[in-house]
């Protein structure tokens, strides 16, 4: 029966939806009635988390239990494997996914109900009307297109298991930190089309809504960053981004967020951006929409690509369709009613915002065109490969004017500055750039222009990130301003991880007897066993190398080569060694007829830099989302002590409403 209620909560929790929306659009109406039905608004929205999240708890046991009447379990699951991955099982698939996907947005729903008190309440009405209209469509595509809690005529002896390549720790994080990422921007999406509702577009909707945009950038840049390190040491192919298009699909969404992001900012604080904030929201939650599309129509074929009912595909095309068609259309008739807010000079931090927006929109439409365009080709019998020869030097025109700006962005004063008090600041990380380009030609004539450009701009970042810092008393710098410092000193550190490893990585592709000494970059490898080993559902041949960092101490790596049962496939485990100054990637292979070995070895100087930096742009946002709670918090006691002091001294003078 636990199938059979998780499927019946689903259905309450779409009624409550219904009725939310329902009452929200009788509320907006106004007249007769009006205020019973606006108050039942935010109680439906509120009671829809827990119905939906028991309803995934309970596919969650169905799988932990391996219910094998269950037909999502028996496709997905085996009674032989280990128990965090039939944990993890449960969204690693199409099914179990879309319900994650739709657990989080009505959690989301719910605290947004729950506690957001900043905003006019008809602009709040109109905000979760615009939210259960979104949930109805996905609440609809589980329902009728999508059912994870279907039962099995007759259950099977046994699972067919999940794809080895997901049988990993990164599963547990990766999918729900994207999904988590994903459906807040479908709650910033709500905002903005809630403010377009009711006209009401100023700082006070930027302050509700970007708690929301701040929380899924960062969930959003772990999921990316988890993803990135997830596949590079999975799949054995020693890189860590290939411009595939599922990877598109989690990196156009966070391209737009971080636009958004710097939008919603501006107008929170100086009331300005407002039709940007607007259209950022929407393009937000577009890409997220794109990039479900692009992963659960069947359209694309990938490990991470679940659905392959094209029926599927099309619910999702009409929900996309009427969802972002129906918010443009919105915002083409209200754009001319929202005025721009406050004005700036071309020198200001505002401006270098606007900048970068634009940048950052710009690099967004080449991941967009170079993702689809394969696709549509494709529909017309010819296939077009789009990889980083594309990607790599079209999205840098713009990335590094981008990341120039961004470095000078911070020094400026809002509204009006120049380019001479700046200067001074600017003399040192423009030396040490210049100095590092340099050195980088001198050393290493070989090396390629963007690797090279990469490295140079680092520095030059990783210097000005820090500048905003310098004659500040740090005890009493905000948390915003630390989170801005570390968001911008970790995309430095990135960029210097990427062009290290694009401009120093060294191949080794070999052969090599048991007793053989393999030599890559500075390292030397012996390779001394193969030994076959077992797991809990999979067998492997094991690799025992000693490797030695040129007179250092040596190191054992132990790669493998494993094959599962259920379902069958082989799967390489690559090795890693990890230094202050790079990593050494090892992966061994098949055996030749001639009883070699095949070994491919890397070694990847600076690589591990690319994650601490996407760590340290998350922690930066986090700080800077920790600095803004806090403020709101903060400045909710000193309203509620404003309003006592009014009330125990009903005659004196009106005292000022604390500042934002």
């Known amino acids: 029966m636990i199938a059979e209620a998780g499927l019946a909560l689903l259905w309450f929790a779409a009624a409550m939806a219904l009725l939310q929306l329902f009452a929200a659009i009788m509320a907006l109406r106004g007249g007769e009635g009006s205020s019973e039905y606006a108050g039942v608004v935010r109680p439906s929205a509120i009671v829809q988390g827990p119905l939906v999240a028991l309803s995934f708890l309970m596919l969650m046991w169905l799988f932990i239990r391996t219910d094998l009447s269950v037909l999502l379990v028996a496709a997905n699951s085996h009674s032989a494997k280990p128990f965090i991955f039939k944990l993890a099982g449960t969204w690693g698939n199409h099914e179990g996914s879309m319900l994650l996907w739709v657990t989080v947005m009505a959690l989301s729903g719910s605290l947004v109900a729950l506690v957001e008190r900043r905003l006019p309440e008809r602009t709040m009405i109109a905000t979760l009307a615009a939210q259960a209209f979104v949930s109805l469509g996905f609440y609809a595509f589980l329902l009728f297109s999508s059912n994870p809690f279907e039962r099995l005529p007759t259950p099977v002896p046994e699972g067919n298991g999940l794809n080895p390549l997901l049988q990993d720790i990164g599963l547990a994080f990766h999918p729900p930190t994207l999904y988590i990422g994903y459906v807040g921007l479908s709650v910033a999406f709500s905002f903005a089309v809630g403010a377009l509702l009711t006209r009401e577009v100023g700082p006070a909707f930027a302050r509700a809504m970007r708690p929301w945009v701040l929380g899924s950038w960062i969930f959003l840049t772990i999921g990316i960053t988890a993803g990135s390190y997830w596949a590079y040491y999975e799949l054995g192919w020693g890189g860590w981004w290939f411009w595939d298009p599922v990877e598109n699909a989690s990196l156009m969404p966070w391209l737009a967020a971080t636009a958004l992001l710097h939008s919603a900012s501006v107008l929170a604080s100086r009331d300005a951006l407002r039709t940007w904030t607007i259209m950022l929201g929407v393009v937000a939650f577009s890409m997220s929409m794109v990039g479900t599309f692009l992963v659960r129509s069947g359209i694309l074929t990938s490990v991470h690509a679940f659905a392959v009912d094209p029926e599927r595909g099309t619910f999702i095309l009409a929900l996309l369709t009427i969802y972002i068609g129906g918010a443009l259309t919105l915002f083409g008739a209200r754009a001319s009613t929202v005025s721009e807010g406050k ?109 090279l450009l990469g490295l140079g701009l680092s520095l030059g970042l990783g210097v000005a990130s820090i500048l905003p810092l310098l004659g500040r008393d740090l005890r009493r710098t905000p948390l915003p301003t630390w989170g801005m410092v570390f968001g911008h000193l970790g995309l430095a550190v990135a960029l210097f991880g990427m062009a290290s490893e694009s401009a120093f990585s060294t191949e080794k592709l070999v052969a090599a007897n048991v007793g053989d000494v393999v030599e890559v970059g500075p390292w030397s490898i012996e390779l001394t066993a193969i030994e076959p080993v077992a797991g809990p559902n999979w067998t492997a041949l094991e690799a025992t190398m000693t490797a030695r960092y040129e007179d250092g101490a040596p190191v054992t790596l132990h790669p493998q080569s494993r094959n599962f049962t259920q379902p069958p496939q082989t799967t390489s485990e690559s090795a890693l060694s990890t230094r202050w100054n790079g990593q050494l990637y090892a992966v061994v292979g098949e055996e030749g007829l001639d009883g070699r070995w095949q070994l491919r070895l890397w070694w990847k100087p600076f690589v591990p830099m690319i994650w601490l930096g996407g760590l340290l742009i998350a922690f930066g946002g986090a700080l800077s989302l920790l600095g803004r709670v806090l403020g709101d918090i903060r400045r909710g006691y000193q309203r509620r002590r404003i309003a006592m002091r009014r009330d125990e001294r009903p005659h004196s003078r009106a005292v000022p409403e604390p500042a934002e």
């Open 343 to 451: 004005q700036f000079s071309l020198v200001s931090r505002e401006a270098g915002l606007v900048f970068n927006n634009v940048m950052l929109s710009a690099i967004l439409g080449i991941v967009l065109l170079g993702t689809l365009y394969p696709l549509l080709t494709e529909a017309f019998d010819t296939k077009v490969s789009v990889g980083p020869p594309y990607f790599n030097p079209v999205g840098a025109m713009f990335a590094i004017p981008m990341i120039v700006v961004m470095a000078v962005g911070p020094l400026l004063r809002w509204r009006r500055d120049s380019f001479d008090r700046i200067a001074k600041a600017l003399i040192l990380p423009a030396v040490l750039t210049a100095a590092l380009l340099a050195g980088a030609v001198l050393l290493a004539p070989g090396i390629g222009l963007l690797p």
